[in-house]
């Protein structure tokens, strides 16, 4: 293992179960220091790419390179640590002795107290695991992978049951790792978490990335944007035909217009309608995770599938 090599190296990883292909030639390198949210639908093959990155499973086809290494070379050298969402857990021990007999397991670790405090449960050291919130048992997850002190952490769903409170404080121990110097690659449903915290952004749909940028990149590729402006009894119909509008919305007194040429519809409206109120936003992340990993049209009718998404290998923006 060398210090300059990528902290991740996927390479055409193929992965089938029977007649199901969960990842599909799928590949992705990230640099040492980076924070990359890894996001998709149920099935999209997040969960089977995190198993074969951290050597839980063998791949079909194609290989894992881990800081220049193997898999099993890094974790023996506590290099790379993992957050799951289940199991691993003895509910009759405490959270301290939990941690305790974790950290024997290896050569070196950071100090017991020191996890214990980073993961926000040193109040609960003396705790039963079984008497933990899934919220709780989250955080002893994480307290565990900070043992090591790892180069790369991987995150699957972490902040699974924890709180609006807790997801954040999570959130800022985990930028404050990065900033360090620790690379950070977590899958989530929380596409909020995505665009507050990652570096980058891959977006993961049938064992495939369809696309991979920055959260502002991701979002351009949800073409266009939202006009909304209060308009009782608006016409949809009307608004429907103005040039570049994909789709339109009557909520209440509220109609919101998905346009790729919001100047013509916010002149619409304010020249041959009595709207009021009339505000442009720019399309946000949710609006581009649909975009790109949605069979079929989405409510806005934009397809996924269509020039980024459809594309069969990895698609850089900006490379």
């Not at 017991?112 to 609960?124: D, K, T």
């Not at 940028?213 to 402006?229: C, D, F, Q, S």
Request: proline share 5%; with cysteine.
């Amino acid at each position: 293992m060398t210090d300059t090599a990528p902290a991740v190296e996927l390479a055409g990883l193929t992965k089938t179960f029977g007649p199901v292909t969960a990842v599909d030639g799928l590949s992705l390198r990230i640099e040492p220091g980076e924070v990359v949210a890894f996001l998709g639908p149920n099935g999209a093959g997040k969960t089977t790419t995190v198993d074969l990155l951290l050597g839980l499973a063998r791949p079909d086809a194609g290989g894992v390179r881990l800081f220049g290494g193997t898999p099993a070379d890094a974790v023996r050298h506590g290099r790379v640590a993992a957050v799951m969402q289940t199991g691993g857990l003895l509910k009759d021990l405490t959270v301290g002795e939990t941690v305790r007999m974790t950290a024997r397991f290896y050569g070196r670790t950071r100090p017991v107290g020191e996890v214990l405090n980073r993961a926000g449960i040193a109040s609960i050291a003396d705790r039963l695991v079984g008497k933990c919130s899934g919220g709780q048992q989250q955080r002893l997850r994480f307290a565990l992978a900070l043992l090591p002190d790892p180069d790369l952490m991987v995150l699957d769903e972490p902040t699974t049951g924890m709180d609006v409170e807790g997801r954040r404080d999570f959130w800022q121990a985990i930028r404050a790792d990065a900033r360090a110097g620790r690379t950070i690659l977590f899958a989530t449903h929380y596409l909020d978490e995505a665009d507050a915290y990652a570096d980058r952004i891959v977006l993961v749909r049938q064992g495939r990335v369809v696309a991979d940028g920055t959260t502002a990149e991701i979002k351009n590729l949800a073409a266009g944007r939202v006009v909304r402006a209060t308009l009782p009894g608006a016409d949809q119909a009307v608004l429907a035909a103005l040039p570049g509008v994909r789709a339109v919305e009557v909520r209440g007194d509220a109609v919101l217009v998905r346009t790729d040429d919001s100047d013509e519809v916010a002149r619409h409206l304010l020249t041959r309608t009595a709207a009021r109120d009339v505000e442009i936003t720019s399309r946000n992340l949710e609006d581009a995770f649909l975009a790109l990993t949605t069979d079929g049209p989405t409510t806005d009718g934009v397809a996924a599938g269509g020039p980024t998404a459809a594309r069969p290998t990895a698609q850089t923006i900006g490379a």
